[in-house]
């Protein structure tokens, strides 16, 4: 039992913190943040499909805004009692930053747009159909959408990766944060788990290196409005 207590003495307090509302909120995530989950709970109340589809990706979307960005952020400011801009939150070197995102553009478009012709991605894409049925409810799901990624980055390129950077150096917190970020891909198709191996690397050494999650978090975002969009103009109904 001595050994078994030298573990727990030699934990890192920081970094235990970070591990362990990290996996909470995760766990939160999967069974009380999914569209799944207000499907089960609340579809019942709602006659209209499409307004169903809509309200339960936005609950999503909220749920992750919330649980990924502001759950972290109270426990940064109040336990860490540090300020959130050690941990990302923050514009960081913008010339790096918008160097990445040209490159990136340039990259990855081609890229997305091949995957769009798929269909596994045209099935997936956009998330809700009223997206792609006007303008108007598409920017307003690209609103939504961003709060999304604004929690999402957060939690892994800002909370994980720049909060553990200190105990575990900057090759694993790369990887500490890229393992679970990648598993929560699981229920997307094949390609795109495969690509959140590759994406949640890039990110993470673009937040290192920029320290700063707003490189990533556009970078996201950008890829996930690409999707939306080539797979409503490269789909059957387009």
């Known amino acids: 039992m001595k050994e078994v207590k030298s573990y727990f003495r030699e934990a890192e307090p920081r970094a235990a913190w970070i591990f ?8 939160f995530f999967m069974y009380q943040g999914q569209h ?8 019942g109340y709602i006659d209209d499909s499409d307004s169903v589809e809509w309200l339960a990706y936005t609950y999503m979307h909220v749920c992750t805004f919330l649980l990924f960005f502001l759950v972290p952020a109270v426990v940064i400011v109040f336990v860490l009692k540090r300020p959130l801009s050690e941990f990302g939150f923050r514009v960081g070197d913008w010339r790096f930053g918008l160097k990445f995102l040209g490159v990136w553009i340039v990259v990855i478009t081609p890229v997305v747009y091949i995957n769009s012709f798929m269909p596994e991605f045209q099935n997936e894409y956009p998330l809700v159909p009223l997206a792609g049925r006007h303008v108007g409810w598409f ?4 609103f939504i959408y961003l709060v999304y990624y604004v929690g999402w980055e957060f939690l892994f390129r800002g909370f994980m990766q720049q909060g553990l950077r200190p105990a575990l150096g900057p090759f694993y917190a790369v ?18 788990t495969m690509s959140a191996i590759l994406a949640g690397v890039v990110f993470g050494v673009v937040a290192l290196r920029t320290r700063s999650i707003l490189w ?3 970078a996201h975002f950008y890829v996930g409005m690409a999707n939306d969009i080539f797979c409503l103009i490269n789909s059957n109904g387009g």
Do not use: D, N, Y
């Open 139 to 142: 920017f307003l799901w690209a």
């Open 175 to 192: 990887c500490a944060q890229t393992i679970p970020s990648t598993i929560l891909h699981f229920s997307k198709p094949q390609g795109e």
């Open 20 to 27: 362990f509302v990290s996996l909470v909120v995760m766990v």
């Open 216 to 218: 990533p978090l556009l």
């Open 36 to 43: 799944t989950f207000f499907r089960s709970h609340f579809a």
